[in-house]
């Protein structure tokens, strides 16, 4: 059996939760993995970025970014149709599961390399790009074209977050050192990268636990819906990744782009921009269902689904 110590540790969080252990991460350190890990992905993605032409990326960022604008709109479709939700409630959810998870994607990572899967690194710049596009269409869903005043500052509160701020960064330092200036890097930002993704999943193992308990007020319908979306979003991300041409690993983590839901960069941009919306409704299904959901089974879907469509 191929134990992956990433989940073997978000597991042993929920536990810790369940049964009401003390055990926490301090928050220092919960913020410094954070940063740690967003770095060492947008380093990496860049390095591999300056093998790549432009020319080729470009289409293929483009392409994604479409996508990154498509799937919150069905995801308010549904929320507004079957989810019989409220159209504030309908826009900010559909934002959460429009952007994207950093800490899946990790994940992700992860299992391939546990598996000496190879991927196209480059695809740290999709995660970049894919986390601002769900959240703009869902404040448009909740507000209208016309909302130019409340756009603005939603925009600076994600462009100017720790998350896309260093993905972005770490992305144009890895791109100017390239791999000979990645050299001296490596032992702190490539080797040290699981450890301290297994800490961090500790931590949101704990946090998922918490959630667990809020997953009531949130009803049958969301709940449905949180575990239904993921697989479908999965399927759309492996299907473009195909016809993009990337590999089976690449594909896989499109797949996996796709069917996470942001808990980081969506919540603090709903806040600024759709305060009506109750965001006790979507985090306990992003934290307490999707996100365990993609850990625990999504990543082998989606690695399957990669495989049958990956010729």
């Not at 890895?174 to 702190?188: D, H, I, N, R, S």
């Not at 473009?240 to 041409?245: I, Q, T």
Request: charged share 10%.
């Amino acid at each position: 059996m191929n134990l992956d110590p990433v989940i073997l540790f978000f597991l042993l969080g929920i536990v810790a939760r369940l049964v009401r252990s003390d055990l926490r991460l301090p928050e220092p350190i919960y913020e410094a993995l954070s940063v740690y890990l967003l770095l060492a992905l947008g380093l990496k993605g860049g390095m591999e970025l300056s093998r790549h032409a432009l020319t080729t990326l470009v289409p293929q960022t483009l392409a994604v970014i479409a996508l990154g604008c498509v799937l919150p709109l069905v995801a308010y479709a549904l929320l507004r149709g079957p989810a019989r939700q409220a159209r504030p409630d309908a826009a900010a959810i559909a934002a959460h599961y429009g952007s994207v998870s950093v800490v899946t994607f990790a994940a992700g990572v992860a299992w391939l390399e546990a598996r000496a899967i190879p991927w196209e690194p480059y695809l740290a710049l999709f995660l970049a790009v894919m986390e601002v596009p769900g959240i703009v269409v869902g404040v448009l869903l909740a507000r209208g074209v016309g909302a130019g005043a409340a756009l603005g500052p939603m925009l600076r509160e994600v462009l100017a977050g720790k998350s896309v701020l260093l993905l972005i960064g770490g992305i144009l330092i890895g791109a100017l050192l390239g791999p000979t200036g990645m050299q001296p890097l490596k032992p702190w930002f490539v080797d040290l990268f699981k450890g301290a993704l297994c800490l961090f999943m500790l931590e949101l193992g704990l946090v998922t636990g918490r959630q667990l308990g809020q997953l009531k007020r949130s009803g049958a319908r969301l709940a449905v819906f949180a575990l239904v979306i993921p697989p479908l979003f999965g399927l759309a991300g492996a299907l473009l990744g195909a016809a993009l041409g990337l590999s089976v690993g690449g594909t896989m983590l499109l797949g996996v782009l796709a069917a996470s839901a942001s808990y980081i960069a969506a919540p603090a941009a709903m806040r600024v921009a759709v305060p009506e919306a109750n965001p006790g409704l979507s985090l306990p299904i992003v934290l307490g269902l999707t996100f365990p959901l993609n850990v625990f089974v999504g990543l082998g879907l989606y690695h399957a689904y990669a495989i049958h469509l990956v010729r």
